[in-house]
């Protein structure tokens, strides 16, 4: 059984940036995808970023420019370094991976943005 770590959330300022990383462990093969949900109160689940073993990488319009999504397939980590943060980008913060058909959760870290 994959298990997914999250750790690195908390609060910071408008501008501000927080780096979240996320570790996995149980799986004895590489990961497919890796990367980041995010979900509000009341909102949809949102798709933040992805890495991919092949180095690929995609991220959603809002956070283009200011978030840049990491892999390590190895050692099967993902980081996401956020920069210039904003309050709208206040809310749980998921990892995901894939390995072959199946997709593995973390628990959630919070991201609050707020002066």
């Known amino acids: 059984q994959v298990q997914l770590v999250e750790s690195g959330g908390g609060l910071v300022q408008p501008g501000g940036s927080l780096r979240l990383f996320c570790a996995s462990s149980?799986?004895?093969?590489?990961?497919?995808?890796m990367g980041w949900y995010r979900q509000a109160p009341g909102k949809q689940r949102e798709l933040v970023a992805f890495?991919?073993?092949?180095?690929?990488?995609n991220y959603a319009e809002s956070v283009k420019g200011r978030f840049t999504i990491s892999g390590d397939n190895i050692k099967n980590t993902v980081s996401l370094q956020m920069n210039n943060l904003k309050p709208e980008d206040t809310t749980v913060y998921y990892c995901?991976?894939?390995?072959?058909?199946?997709?593995?959760w973390g628990q959630g870290t919070q991201v609050t943005v707020s002066s």
């Open positions: 995901y991976g894939n390995w072959g058909s199946r997709t593995y």
């Open positions: 149980g799986s004895r093969f590489d990961y497919d995808v």
């Open positions: 890495f991919t073993a092949t180095g690929r990488t």
